[in-house]
């Protein structure tokens, strides 16, 4: 009999987390015959294929390695899910540490679930040896701020929801709606759960594993990852535009006020009114989050810069997705196109500090 369970991942240019990764993943107090682990590389150009296949070699569990010509992790996993044996899917990225229970408790619930749940998923910390700086950034995240309308924010109790990050899924239930859209370079979990709710699928969360994610280490890392989040939400709304919600359009719509408040300085005095009544409404809940959140000023400081990347590079790539049609960066990933998103972003990034 094969494995239960299959761990997919895939991969590309990850040597310096994989040999933090793959011990937690090998070490699963879980029976090592009922799951394997498939890492599918998308073209790596650094040591990441050896390392798979040095722990290949030691490994009591199966560890399989696929190559994908596509490059993306959205391709990548899809061929894995294909070569999968197990009934079950896990999920995961390169650079994520796991809970040594974490299939234990997933698989243990999943099993007690009717066919219509289609995952169980759980919640993510921040590792132990997190810089300052990204322990700042997951308070920032998980905060209602910051995280509000997002699997960031992690309830205390088993729960069903829209969506969940680092899931278990049911392997035929990822066939039934076609797997991952690889079109998708962030966000893939999210609109695979959409399309899971549209078949009448239900996703359960739970607070007793978790998965340990190192955030972005600075502030344009940061900028970069929230400005594709915001253009993926623009994707995904297109594509389902029965998820709209008006609290998507907050951070988009917070950039506007700002510009059309500064253009308006130009023509009328009222606007300066508006401008700084705007601007302490938008900062109060800020500052309360940071002085509540913050272990000292420093940190709240940090956070505070940290707030406003958020919510402006997020904004951003909505607007960009809305005005742009930011279609040729995805589908491309050519140099011009990398190097002007940097460009673009490094500016953005300069005015704000």
Not at 220 to 230: E, H, N, P, S
Not at 332 to 351: E, G, H, P, V
Request: hydrophobic share 40%; net charge positive; aromatic share 12%.
């Amino acid at each position: 009999m094969g494995a239960k369970v299959s761990i997919v991942i895939a991969v590309r240019n990850e040597e310096n987390n994989l040999p933090r990764v793959i011990p937690t993943l090998v070490k699963q107090h879980y029976p090592v015959k009922d799951f394997e682990i498939i890492f599918i590389d998308g073209k790596s150009k650094d040591n990441t294929r050896e390392i798979i296949k040095e722990w290949k070699k030691k490994s009591k569990v199966k560890i399989t390695l696929l190559d994908n010509p596509h490059k993306d992790s959205g391709s990548g996993r899809n061929i894995g899910i294909n070569a999968a044996k197990g009934k079950y899917i896990m999920q995961l990225s390169g650079h994520t540490l796991v809970d040594n229970n974490l299939l234990k408790v997933l698989v243990t619930k999943l099993d007690k679930q009717p066919e219509e749940v289609a995952g169980v998923g759980c919640r993510h910390k921040d590792p132990a040896d997190s810089t300052s700086f990204q322990k700042a950034v997951g308070k920032i995240l998980y905060s209602k701020v910051g995280g509000v309308g997002t699997s960031q924010q992690q309830g205390t109790d088993d729960i069903f929801v829209d969506s969940v990050s680092f899931t278990c899924y049911r392997k035929k239930a990822l066939l039934d709606v076609g797997l991952n859209d690889s079109k998708f370079k962030i966000g893939q979990d999210a609109e695979l759960n959409i399309r899971l709710r549209k078949k009448g699928y239900k996703l359960l969360y739970t607070p007793q594993t978790y998965v340990e994610q190192y955030k972005r280490p600075s502030y344009t890392g940061l900028a970069k990852q929230m400005f594709w989040y915001g253009y993926s939400r623009h994707k995904m709304l297109r594509k389902h535009p029965r998820q709209f919600k008006l609290l998507y359009l907050a951070p988009s719509a917070l950039i506007l006020f700002f510009i059309a408040s500064l253009i308006l300085i130009q023509f009328t005095t009222w606007a300066k009114q508006i401008l700084f009544v705007g601007g302490l409404a938008y900062s109060a809940p800020i500052i309360y989050s940071c002085t509540k959140l913050g272990e000292d000023t420093n940190e709240g400081a940090v956070m505070f810069i940290g707030y406003l990347v958020v919510h402006f590079s997020y904004g951003l790539g909505f607007l960009f997705g809305i005005i742009l049609k930011f279609e040729f960066f995805l589908k491309a990933r050519t140099k011009f196109s990398d190097c002007l998103t940097d460009n673009f972003l490094s500016i953005i990034f300069f005015a704000i500090n």
